[in-house]
């Protein structure tokens, strides 16, 4: 995962959107995914990066999907099908397709169903890897519908008073769209912090925040910490905290919500959960809810311009300068990085540089004026 | 509110259900509510009591909606209606009924969708309070169906980095059918603990708990602290903070979750959102989903038996005896109150002689024999 933290100390190289879409679509087709997959998945991926999401974008994730295309676990050409289908609802096996391809057709799938019958909820089963699950839930922003997304993923979580993970975790996301205001996007695991942060700690020798992880009894760390050394699969002996981190915080809610996700994005797909069969499986849901199926859609998105504003004009405590409401954030970086470029790590350029001379792709990532940050 | 720890330590009346269900609905009736709705409101109540939801039960709930009904801000004879429909979707103007009876209807009109398209979902405007969440998601289980249910209610919460509540405790229910386990039932607020906690402890002169509530700096409390002193609105003033307490522990999680909640349950109703017409004001939203438009019903009840026995046996962590899954614990109450009665604290009695004595309904509470716990 590439360390925002360094990248603000500088030394990162700002990459043109434009560019980066055709090196990351190429590279995609060279695994044997069909030309418009690639472009998709370079639009998940890139959009990632764009609205500031940098631990699901190109950096770590190219990486990861070529070893996993190259070591057989992901199906570039899936033979992805719908297994069961009401007018509301479908269920798709996505003959272990890639997460960010197979998705996004589900939704487009979910949309038209909202669009007939007010709201469609598609889940998929034989997984892998989701992306940035709010991608997924923003697509059914330009059809004014709400989307949501969530993911049922590989155990990394302890259940309060747990010893052992037992559930992934489990991002819940969801998009509402607005008039003129940046829309409303949540996108968040269920785990106080993600599974990321530790890893880049480790590397950068930082400390952990208090209530990230369990210790070797179980017991919740309460105070900054050295990130714990883990085996080569760091998901399978991580204990990440519920969100909540103690039982008296209210950990058994992080806890419930992450169980509430593998239940829908996991048992109810059909093929299994978090645990069963474990990694590396995932399972996705998707929904979509047409605004004009409950009410009138353009008060809905003056409401939401009025209830938006509300909130980000909140009165801040002590030492902040404003409250931030879901993707307000990331609609500002993104904005940025659409006119400045995407800033990645030298080590990330370097990556790109060896695989697109390994496969035959022309490295243009630093084409025209890069630009040091 | 009841306190637990008080009843915990002895002093308790136990209650038969059934003649706190006749009591319940005849006060109910006194206040002008139908027959039906009567017995429907005491169910909902005394449900919530023997569940161990007691912050919900009959102690606190009846005297405030009589007090409600009396003052005319709750109507008891709601002229509810739809006012926008699709096959998996209904909008409802609650006509400022108790939620407690009007969410079970809106729930029945969500079962019947899923029957006939996979999912319902149902909204309701110009609510008032809705009782205990998962009452009205646990109505789908007998149906073979997974339910949800969210409020959103008037500002209690502050955002992350804010000083002023925007948001209510905006609590989510889910309940997931499974074949010879306790079923998974999820119902938990937005807030890291609930308000009524607030009041327990400044009637008892306890401290509360860590990571609770801002300051009036909007600082987050971080140690056990003497309950504020509030005005007589105890939600207009109260700084809720959101699951999660601070940034660092991920309490933009808990904001953003609550913010979710309010856009589905409070704008998308049409009837406005928490802040916004505010107290007495709430929306609800309920959903349905048919278990058998996504797989075959009998295969996931099995798998849901596995995966709550997956849950509950993980090893715990030390100091504790076993991992609870949500759901569970309530289960266990359930059958202990069913069998040896509700314990009401002699406070609560006294209160109901009084309003008994008040309505000319026959106080029989204490029939039978009465057992001290």
New interface residues.
């Given amino acids: 995962m590439i360390d925002r933290f360094k990248l603000d100390q500088g030394g990162a190289v700002r990459v043109r959107e434009a560019l980066l879409r055709r090196t990351v679509a190429e590279i995609f087709r060279k695994m044997g995914v069909p030309d418009g997959d690639s472009d998709l998945a370079a639009d998940v991926l890139v959009t990632s990066d764009l609205r500031g999401v940098d631990t699901h974008g190109v950096s770590d994730m190219v990486r990861l999907y070529v070893e996993e295309y190259r070591s057989g676990q992901t199906n570039p050409r899936p033979n992805w099908r719908i297994?069961?289908e009401?007018?509301?609802?479908a269920?798709i096996d996505s003959d272990t397709g890639l997460g960010i391809i197979v998705t996004p057709k589900a939704m487009a799938i979910a949309i038209e169903k909202a669009r007939?019958?007010?709201?469609g909820?598609v889940?998929i089963s034989n997984g892998r890897h989701l992306g940035m699950a709010s991608y997924h839930a923003m697509l059914a922003l330009e059809h004014d519908m709400?989307g949501t997304c969530m993911t049922s993923g590989p155990p990394a979580v302890?259940?309060?008073?747990?010893?052992?993970p037992?559930l992934g975790t489990n991002p819940?996301a969801?998009a509402?769209p607005a008039e003129s205001e940046p829309p409303?996007v949540?996108d968040?695991?269920?785990s106080?912090?993600a599974a990321g942060k530790i890893t880049v700690a480790r590397r950068t020798g930082r400390d952990i925040?208090?209530?990230s992880i369990?210790d070797e009894?179980?017991?919740p760390v309460m105070k900054a910490a050295p990130a714990p050394e883990l085996g080569q699969d760091a998901l399978s002996v991580l204990r990440l905290l519920p969100?909540?981190?103690t039982r008296?915080?209210?950990s058994?809610?992080?806890?419930?919500?992450a169980?509430?996700v593998?239940?829908?994005a996991g048992?109810?797909?059909?093929g299994?959960?978090g645990?069963?069969p474990g990694p590396p499986n995932f399972g996705h849901y998707v929904a979509a809810?047409?605004?004009e199926?409950?009410?009138?859609t353009g008060?809905?998105k003056q409401?939401?311009d009025?209830?938006l504003r509300?909130?980000k004009s909140?009165?801040?405590?002590?030492?902040?300068d404003?409250?931030?409401?879901?993707g307000l954030a990331e609609a500002e970086t993104q904005a940025d990085r659409r006119a400045n470029g995407v800033p990645l790590h030298p080590e990330v350029i370097g990556w790109f540089r060896d695989i697109c001379t390994e496969l035959s792709v022309p490295f243009t990532l630093t084409e025209g004026q890069p630009q040091m940050t």
Wanted: aromatic share 10%; charged share 10%; net charge negative.
């Fill in positions: 297994l069961r009401t007018p509301a609802t269920s007939n019958v007010g709201v909820i889940t709400i302890v259940p309060t008073f747990g010893l052992e037992r819940i969801i509402v409303f949540l968040i695991a269920m106080a912090i925040p208090p209530g369990a009894n179980g017991t969100l909540g981190s008296e915080l209210g058994h809610k992080g806890f419930g919500l169980a509430m593998d239940v829908l048992v109810l797909t059909g299994g959960y645990a069963v809810y047409s605004v199926a409950f009410m009138d008060q809905f409401t939401m009025e209830w509300m909130l909140t009165a801040p405590a002590a030492g902040h404003r409250v931030l409401y879901p």
